[in-house]
């Protein structure tokens, strides 16, 4: 059921809606992130995320087509076409978008199988890259991905661009790197930290049983405690005049070793 209409660009819920695109300090404050596309928004449907505001554009997309996004709890609003490219984040429209109530992602929340394959994300700076390694982890089907100390908020829409909407595909946690190392080593889980320090060529270990990798920034790396406490520091080599390569095309290499290595079962 659509409750209201909204042509104005100045309308105060536009003005709000604005705030959580470019701030993470609004986003905290509401309690509520945005959604934007029918893909990511069927994605964040099946993974239980719920929806609070629909705003859809009957000029873009009709209303059949976003009648299945609208729970008991969700408001349908909508909007002139002029106020729905004033919101669009992407360049290419669909007509939708939507207010999400964000998850707690807390490292007790996961649910792992006996023989898991985990990605850590140390510090990951920038959203695209976070987006590239959600969207290799869903590819890989790996079982958790856990970003520790991170410097960027979860629900930054280039996080969920970036992704596809691998947010929703994924369980994620996020923690201190304290809290990770200390959850991993509770779970006899092994941690392969990918570092230049006293490392071995990856395709040396067995990732057979479980397993995390663990990546860190591009400018510096992972930080000490993470290469103290792994079970092995691992590298990729490389043929080129450079040293280092995209943490998220690291990240991809590691995972498909591991899958290859259990022989994608």
């Given at each position: 059921?659509?409750?209201?209409?909204?042509?104005?660009?100045?309308?105060?819920?536009?003005?709000?809606?604005?705030?959580?695109?470019?701030?993470?300090?609004a986003r905290k404050k509401e309690g509520l992130f945005i959604i934007e596309g029918l893909r990511e928004l069927e994605l964040a449907q099946a993974g239980a995320y719920q929806l609070n505001t629909l705003l859809f554009c009957p000029d873009i997309l009709p209303f059949e087509q976003v009648q299945p996004f609208i729970g008991a709890q969700t408001t349908c609003i909508e909007i002139?076409?002029?106020?729905?490219?004033?919101?669009a984040?992407?360049?290419?429209?669909?007509?939708?978008?939507?207010?999400?109530?964000?998850?707690?992602?807390?490292?007790?929340?996961?649910?792992?199988?006996?023989?898991?394959?985990?990605?850590?994300?140390?510090a990951t700076e920038k959203p695209g890259n976070i987006g590239a390694m959600l969207r290799t982890a869903d590819?890989?089907?790996?079982?958790?991905?856990?970003?520790?100390?991170?410097?960027?908020?979860?629900?930054?829409?280039?996080?969920?661009?970036?992704?596809?909407?691998?947010?929703?595909?994924?369980?994620?946690?996020v923690a201190t790197t304290e809290e990770a190392i200390a959850f991993l080593k509770a779970r006899g889980i092994h941690t392969y930290a990918a570092t230049l320090q006293n490392s071995c060529s990856y395709h040396t270990q067995d990732y057979t049983t479980p397993t995390a990798f663990v990546v860190g920034t591009e400018a510096t790396g992972l930080t000490e405690p993470w290469r103290a406490s792994s079970t092995q520091n691992i590298i990729i080599p490389m043929s080129g005049t450079i040293d280092?390569?995209?943490?998220?095309?690291?990240?991809?290499?590691?995972?498909?070793?591991?899958?290859r290595q259990r022989d994608f079962k």
């Amino acid at each position: 059921m659509i409750t209201k209409k909204i042509e104005s660009t100045q309308n105060p819920l536009i003005k709000t809606i604005l705030q959580l695109q470019d701030k993470a300090r609004a986003r905290k404050k509401e309690g509520l992130f945005i959604i934007e596309g029918l893909r990511e928004l069927e994605l964040a449907q099946a993974g239980a995320y719920q929806l609070n505001t629909l705003l859809f554009c009957p000029d873009i997309l009709p209303f059949e087509q976003v009648q299945p996004f609208i729970g008991a709890q969700t408001t349908c609003i909508e909007i002139s076409k002029d106020v729905y490219q004033k919101l669009a984040y992407r360049d290419s429209t669909e007509g939708v978008l939507a207010l999400a109530q964000p998850k707690t992602h807390a490292l007790d929340q996961l649910q792992l199988p006996e023989n898991p394959i985990i990605l850590v994300a140390e510090a990951t700076e920038k959203p695209g890259n976070i987006g590239a390694m959600l969207r290799t982890a869903d590819a890989a089907n790996i079982d958790a991905v856990i970003i520790a100390n991170p410097r960027t908020d979860l629900y930054n829409p280039n996080i969920i661009r970036s992704s596809v909407g691998c947010l929703f595909t994924n369980q994620i946690a996020v923690a201190t790197t304290e809290e990770a190392i200390a959850f991993l080593k509770a779970r006899g889980i092994h941690t392969y930290a990918a570092t230049l320090q006293n490392s071995c060529s990856y395709h040396t270990q067995d990732y057979t049983t479980p397993t995390a990798f663990v990546v860190g920034t591009e400018a510096t790396g992972l930080t000490e405690p993470w290469r103290a406490s792994s079970t092995q520091n691992i590298i990729i080599p490389m043929s080129g005049t450079i040293d280092s390569m995209n943490v998220s095309v690291a990240a991809s290499i590691l995972l498909f070793e591991a899958k290859r290595q259990r022989d994608f079962k």
